[in-house]
């Protein structure tokens, strides 16, 4: 049996939810650059924020022989909802990245305070490393924190922040005397400011934001782990959830281009025929099914070596989220080529597939940035 077989229950559920909840409101999203609280209320209400948490605080991932199929569901979850629109699966993504970090890093009262609020959707958490002079060299973060009585204070400033305008809280990444810091920060925090982000390219459901800490003073017990392993250690779990989540969203967004494509071409007739019977469509069709298909093994692989514990799990989410981000923008930029006129146009969701799809090669490492990390890996730990 198939892995997708085995699952096929909740393949069957989650796509269903996605269909019913988020499509019918995916171009509005993109249009209003937000998403409705009716459709994250609906996220909330069928349990969705607890994919991939620890089952011991309300989540879905147990330790032990049944992790890898609890993966493999988190996995068809943000295929499901990139499917139907990459800001709703990006607010989930996000918010899975911060509580990884929190599942990483924090003590066991820090998890018992924060992590059943997380998976119950009572708050929605984003995840702060990008500065306004820091992208890809995140050790290089100047949002600094000073040690004080017990207490901590945070100045600088993040942006691009996924969600930004709306999350409760922010594991945030900053630098401090005794290296990189990663700290939880409630929204109510006095002295952090939030300036919102309008008119991006892709995924504009993502209310992207500014955050400015202006002296923000936070308890000592607020900081994840210890200082000087914000990043290697608290951070890079975050870092690692989002590119297995965003390798299987890119899967979900390159089946809608690749099922549209095949409706169309099926249907539009030029020169006596449908589109699908020109042998140069069909070689566009058939890399697609291809590249889509791979994409998704790679995934599914990761999810089993994520359950597995093994070592190899973060190089394969890498190699996973690498292939699938730029697989993506082929399978959409082919998917434009192919609807010609209709896919530039504003009645058809093409358009937006094909700016959401370039986004992905941005974010949780850009495809450069993974170049180096999968080399990285390659000369440490020859297969
Ligand atoms: C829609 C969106 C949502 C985002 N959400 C978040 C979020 O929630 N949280 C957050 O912290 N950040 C977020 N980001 C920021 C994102 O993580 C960064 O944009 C990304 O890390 C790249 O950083 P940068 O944009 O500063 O580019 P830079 O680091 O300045 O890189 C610019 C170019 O140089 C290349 N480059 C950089 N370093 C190397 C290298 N060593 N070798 C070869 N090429 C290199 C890059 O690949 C890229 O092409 C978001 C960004 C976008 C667009």
Aim: aromatic residues 6%; glycine residues 10%; neutral net charge.
């Amino acid at each position: 049996m198939s892995v997708l077989d085995a699952h096929a229950d909740y393949r069957t559920r989650i796509q269903a939810f996605a269909r019913e909840h988020v499509r019918p409101v995916a171009a509005t999203i993109d249009r209003a650059q937000a998403i409705p609280p009716a459709t994250i209320d609906a996220l909330v209400a069928e349990g969705l924020f607890a994919s991939g948490f620890p089952t011991r605080f309300g989540g879905t991932v147990e330790r032990g022989p049944q992790a890898a199929d609890a993966w493999i569901r988190h996995g068809l979850l943000h295929e499901a909802l990139g499917y139907e629109s990459a800001s709703v699966q990006g607010l989930l993504n996000v918010h899975h990245m911060a509580g990884s970090a929190i599942v990483r890093g924090a003590s066991s009262e820090q998890k018992q305070r924060w992590l059943p609020r997380l998976s119950s959707g009572e708050l929605l958490a984003a995840f702060a490393i990008t500065e306004p002079n820091v992208g890809s060299d995140a050790a290089a973060v100047e949002t600094w924190a000073e040690g004080e009585a017990g207490r901590f204070v945070i100045s600088g400033c993040k942006q691009w922040i996924t969600c930004g305008q709306i999350a409760h809280l922010f594991v945030v990444l900053t630098g401090s005397d005794q290296g990189p810091c990663a700290f939880i920060v409630p929204r109510a925090t006095d002295g952090l400011r939030i300036e919102p982000i309008h008119d991006m390219l892709g995924c504009r459901g993502y209310q992207l934001a500014r955050i400015h800490f202006e002296g923000c003073s936070i308890p000592a017990e607020h900081l994840l782990g210890c200082p000087g392993l914000g990043l290697s250690y608290v951070a890079a779990a975050g870092l690692d959830a989002g590119r297995y989540n965003l390798a299987w969203g890119c899967v979900g967004l390159a089946q809608a281009c690749l099922d549209a494509s095949r409706v169309h071409t099926s249907s539009r007739q030029q020169f006596g025929g449908p589109l699908s019977d020109l042998q140069l469509v069909q070689r566009m069709i058939s890399r697609m099914m291809t590249d889509i298909h791979a994409a998704r093994l790679m995934c599914q692989s990761a999810g089993e070596l994520r359950g597995r514990l093994s070592p190899d799990a973060v190089k394969e989410a890498a190699m996973a989220k690498y292939f699938a981000s730029t697989m993506v923008n082929r399978v959409a930029y082919d998917t434009v080529q192919l609807h010609g006129a209709r896919g530039c146009g504003p009645d058809q969701p093409i358009e937006r597939w094909f700016r959401d799809a370039r986004i992905m090669e941005i974010i949780e490492g850009s495809t450069q940035v993974l170049e180096t990390i999968i080399a990285r890996h390659a000369c440490q730990r020859p297969s």
